[in-house]
T-cell receptor, first 115, second 116 residues
Framework: NAGVTQTPKFRILKIGQSMTLQCTQDMNHNYMYWYRQDPGMGLKLIYY???????DKGEVPNGYNVSRSTTEDFPLRLELAAPSQTSVYFC??????????????FGPGTRLLVL | AQKITQTQPGMFVQEKEAVTLDCTYDTSDPSYGLFWYKQPSSGEMIFLIY??????QNATEGRYSLNFQKARKSANLVISASQLGDSAMYFC?????????????FGKGTTLSVSS
């Protein structure tokens, strides 16, 4: 198993540009998440999905969009990049059935710099 | 109010010594989970240990143990016999049923430096 994979590893964007951060997991997890980590801080939830076709906002969703057309993929879209979106982005996944929720596994992260 | 508080921005320890990283949490849910993750300088998030709120015994995973004091709402990570490779940022996180999508809430982290 590759686990959770993310591409690209690093990207520089100009203000106003758009891009999609890719995330794929091969563990058949139903729950997937996008977090951002600002320098010296913990992770904050951007969006999450509890299954294909179902997504919802987290703590810091402004400026982002997501989709979940398959179990495996959960891309994060930045439409109009702003300097405030300079951060490290982590995708994570877990399996949840009823009240049982397993450990979250994280991808390697995407470092984004907006200039 | 912060849900997860890590009061130690940085900790320094010598090889082979034990170290405790502090974590306090705030929740009114009776059912919750507490996690510790390690983030080395390479940036990935590595799961270390998990403690459920109903678990009777403190969790242990190799050199890692979680000192769970429910009444004090603390979940400190204890690393025994520190190694140079333990130098990293450590995050405490909580999952509670009321949290959106059962996502994790993270503290700000503690940087651990292990010297020889």
């Amino acid at each position: 198993n590759a686990g959770v994979t993310q591409t690209p590893k690093f990207r520089i964007l100009k203000i106003g540009q758009s891009m999609t951060l890719q995330c794929t997991q091969d563990m058949n997890h139903n729950y997937m998440y996008w977090y951002r980590q600002d320098p010296g801080m913990g992770l904050k939830l951007i969006y999450y999905s509890v299954g294909a076709g179902i997504t919802d906002k987290g703590e810091v969703p402004n400026g982002y969009n997501v989709s979940r057309s398959t179990t495996e993929d959960f891309p994060l879209r930045l439409e109009l990049a702003a300097p405030s979106q300079t951060s490290v982005y982590f995708c994570a996944s877990t399996h949840s059935v009823g009240k049982v929720v397993e450990t979250q596994y994280f991808g390697p992260g995407t470092r984004l710099l907006v200039l | 109010a912060q849900k997860i508080t890590q009061t130690q921005p940085g900790m320094f320890v010598q090889e082979k010594e034990a170290v405790t990283l502090d974590c306090t949490y705030d929740t009114s849910d009776p059912s919750y989970g507490l996690f510790w993750y390690k983030q080395p300088s390479s940036g990935e998030m590595i799961f270390l240990i998990y403690q459920g709120s109903y678990d009777q015994q403190n969790a242990t995973e190799g050199r890692y143990s979680l000192n769970f004091q429910k009444a004090r709402k603390s979940a400190n990570l204890v690393i025994s016999a520190s190694q140079l490779g333990d130098s990293a940022m450590y995050f405490c996180a909580m999952r509670e049923p009321s949290q959106a999508g059962t996502a994790l809430i993270f503290g700000k982290g503690t940087t651990l430096s292990v010297s020889s």
